[in-house]
T-cell receptor, first 115, second 113 residues
């Protein structure tokens, strides 16, 4: 079955420290890959996306992600976290190459930033 | 500016009442989606529509209904048959299949009293 796994429910880092959020997917082919961020009570904002080509993609707010086909992973990274990065982060895949329109989301990782 | 507008932002409902959540987009997107979000469960797909006058059930469609009479509008009705309707509801859209990411509205929080 198609799925997205974010193994870390909560992560706490100190401001200025580096960050890596993990994402693994299960799929029949290489899907499109996304990372979104959500502040409390708000909608989701796209951080970055991977469709094809260079496996290291740059996004907004200083985030980047690396696609590793052999590991079915798409981990999100940031070299130096800011207090404003505290939010919930969702990894997603889609649209499936089978032709349906369904996007699949992980359960999210909540990031806490210590001053 | 183009975007997705959801209304109302907050809604309270008594048990046994139907309620309709509005979703309007001016992005000229063909596909629209409704997701339900509960703590620790990520986003679960309720319904989606690829084109006007057509829609498909998602993973948790029971107790919900939708319509897609206009390209820009995709309202969601939470019926009294939905056993646990208290949740955060998100509407999203995309240009079409295989064309890119989902764009999201700001969400609607429904509380059943």
């Amino acid at each position: 079955a198609q799925s997205v796994t974010q193994p870390d429910i909560h992560i706490t880092v100190s401001e200025g420290a580096s960050l890596e959020l993990r994402c693994n997917y299960s799929y029949g082919a290489t899907p499109y890959l996304f990372w979104y961020v959500q502040s409390p009570g708000q909608g989701l904002q796209l951080l970055l996306k991977y469709f094809s080509g260079d496996t290291l993609v740059q996004g907004i707010k200083g985030f980047e992600a690396e696609f590793k086909r052999s590991q079915s992973s798409f981990n999100l990274r940031k070299p130096s976290v800011h207090w404003s990065d505290a939010a919930e982060y969702f990894c997603a895949v889609g649209p499936p190459t089978s032709g349906t329109y369904k996007y699949i989301f992980g359960t999210g990782t909540r990031l806490k930033v210590l001053a | 500016d183009g975007g997705i507008t959801q209304s109302p932002k907050y809604l309270f409902r008594k048990e046994g009442q139907n309620v309709t959540l509005s979703c309007e987009q001016n992005l000229n997107h063909d596909a629209m989606y409704w997701y339900r979000q509960d703590p620790g469960q990520g986003l679960r797909l309720i319904y989606y529509s690829q084109i006007v006058n057509d829609f498909q059930k998602g993973d948790i469609a029971e107790g919900y209904s939708v319509s897609r009479e206009k390209k820009e509008s995709f309202p969601l009705t939470v019926t009294s048959a939905q056993k646990n309707p208290t949740a955060f509801y998100l509407c999203a859209s995309t240009l079409g299949w295989n064309t890119g990411e989902l764009f999201f509205g700001e969400g609607s929080r429904l509380t059943v009293l």
